[in-house]
């Protein structure tokens, strides 16, 4: 087979971030970063509650540690839920870093204090990788987006039961079936 034959029967994946877009730019972002395979590992959702568990609660503390690694950046509101992660990032600078840099940073650091929480702490393990390679972006546009997705946040754990994150709502199988229909 010639290579563009084998491009042409590979699935295309869409593109995650705007084309055109300096992700250095100063503003806020709205991220999703989502377990591996998604497995619950951050903790479980009672009553409408989010109750992280031990692994939740030390990753959390390397989410506030993010402004002492990189200068110009603000946690503004996060959430862990039991295998996703949503936070609105907050870039002061002008250019002096990226929203992936942030992240890639912030996954690898994770994944690494996880692996000892694991080793040391029991912890539940995971296969190859803690983290989905990809991230969920959301440029922020203004006041109104910002408080939208403030609530969004602070009412995730009360929707966990109709999350497609969720491997237990029957949306999530619905939509997890489609994906890999599409991805054959």
């Not at 009672?46 to 690694?69: C, F, T, V, W």
């Not at 295998?83 to 907050?90: A, D, E, Q, R, V």
Request: proline fraction near 4%.
């Amino acid at each position: 087979m010639n290579e563009k034959t084998d491009k042409q029967q590979l699935p295309q994946r869409k593109a995650m971030r705007l084309t055109d877009y300096d992700y250095s730019t100063r503003g806020y972002y709205f991220i999703t970063i989502v377990v591996n395979k998604r497995l619950c590992l951050l903790g479980h959702v009672h009553d409408g509650q989010m109750i992280m568990n031990e692994a939740a609660k030390e990753l959390e503390k390397s989410y506030y540690e993010l402004p002492n690694i990189f200068a110009d950046v603000e946690c503004v509101e996060h959430i862990f839920m039991p295998n996703h992660f949503h936070c609105i990032i907050g870039l002061r600078g002008d250019g002096e870093s990226n929203l992936s840099e942030i992240l890639r940073w912030w996954k690898s650091y994770t994944t690494n204090l996880y692996i000892r929480g694991v080793r040391q702490r029991g912890w539940q393990p995971f296969h190859q990788r803690l983290w989905q390679g990809r991230f969920y972006d959301h440029i922020i546009r203004n006041q109104r987006d910002l408080d939208y997705i403030r609530n969004y946040i602070y009412e995730n754990p009360m929707r966990w039961g109709n999350d497609h994150h969720n491997p237990d709502c029957p949306l999530s199988t619905e939509t997890n079936n489609k994906k890999s229909e599409t991805q054959t």
